[in-house]
């Protein structure tokens, strides 16, 4: 990554809402967002891959992924300047690895991978795939959900991340992570 790229450092909170396609990763960072009353970072991949689709009816190559780790970043860093104490993350760099390697026979980036262990977040929520996996343009592992979320829960744990699985419904898992994230900002008081 460029130096110009690095994660701007701050006092908030990172969570990043980690996860397979389709597991409630964006609801659940605007239901936290309203909650905590601060905002959040959108999936710059969605927008970046759908404008893609609609023009060339062509699916995310590998040379697109340094292009949505950077826009990402570049999101992120924007949007620290209008959160309060913290910042939900609709995916991160990480999400962008496991995708590469999912999706290209193992291969990641050096450069992803260089900054996915450098960028710092608080807490990784990872959402169960126990929400019905819904079609779009962009999404295409409906029968794979179960290996997927097996994946992306072994990069935590192989990374030594600090993690927390939500469930059920948007309401539960709502209820889930406010318990885990006040209990974060006690920590930090301490």
């Known amino acids: 990554m460029e130096n110009k790229l690095k994660q701007h450092s701050t006092n908030c909170l990172r969570v990043v809402l980690y996860g397979p396609e389709s597991s409630g990763k964006t609801t659940l960072a605007k239901a936290l967002a309203a909650h905590y009353q601060t905002t959040w970072v959108p999936e710059f991949a969605r927008s970046f891959l759908q404008k893609k689709w609609d023009k060339t009816q062509h699916h995310c190559s590998l ?45 990641c980036d050096p450069q992803l991978i260089a900054a996915s262990k450098e960028f710092k977040y608080d807490l990784y929520l ?48 709502l209820g889930q992570a406010t318990k885990k994230i006040d209990a974060l900002f006690s920590t930090q008081l301490d």
């Open 63 to 107: 040379e697109d992924l340094i292009t949505i780790a950077k826009g990402q970043v570049e999101e992120e860093n924007k949007a620290l300047k209008k959160a309060n104490s913290i910042l939900f993350c609709d995916t991160n760099i990480l999400v962008t690895c496991t995708w590469s390697e999912t999706h290209f026979d193992g291969f």
């Open 126 to 173: 990872l959402t169960q795939i126990d929400v019905p996996w819904e079609k779009d343009d962009l999404r295409d592992r409906p029968n794979e959900r179960e290996k997927m979320f097996s994946y992306f829960k072994k990069q935590l744990e192989d990374r030594k991340l600090p993690y927390y699985i939500v469930s059920g419904s948007v309401e539960s898992r």
